[in-house]
């Protein structure tokens, strides 16, 4: 199951899980046996200054992250918080899917 990363979770996946740096997000993971497939979104004022880049970033994001896990590309038992970087900007859906399936080979 899909579904968005309670808020209460952002700070366990911070403190317990890992981080991994790519072009365009910066992912951290926290891999259990009772973990759900969830993830979490984060964008900061300091890389997109206007609110609309900001909220296009996280919808990007999110619907990446959606079309993953649907494909099976994404895998299972993971929790996942997304943090966009100012790269992130004018992209396209694709290459944030690219992004992330790379991101999630590496955390493998």
Not at 23 to 26: A, K, M, T
């Given at each position: 199951m899909s579904t968005r990363l309670p808020g209460a979770k952002?700070?366990?996946v911070f403190?317990?899980?890992r981080?991994?740096?790519g072009?365009?997000?910066?992912a951290w993971h926290l891999s259990s046996?009772?973990?759900d497939q969830q993830?979490?979104?984060v964008v900061s004022k300091k890389s997109f200054h206007d609110a609309v880049d900001r909220n296009r970033a996280k919808r990007l994001m999110r619907e990446a992250y959606r079309?993953?896990?649907k494909s099976g590309a994404m895998p299972?038992?993971?929790e996942w918080v997304f943090i966009g970087r100012s790269a992130l900007k004018d992209r396209k859906c694709q290459d944030v899917m690219e992004e992330m399936v790379r991101l999630a080979s590496r955390a493998s």
């Open positions: 952002y700070k366990r403190d317990r899980g981080s991994i740096k072009r365009l997000l910066v046996p009772d973990a993830a979490g979104v079309l993953l896990v299972e038992r993971t």
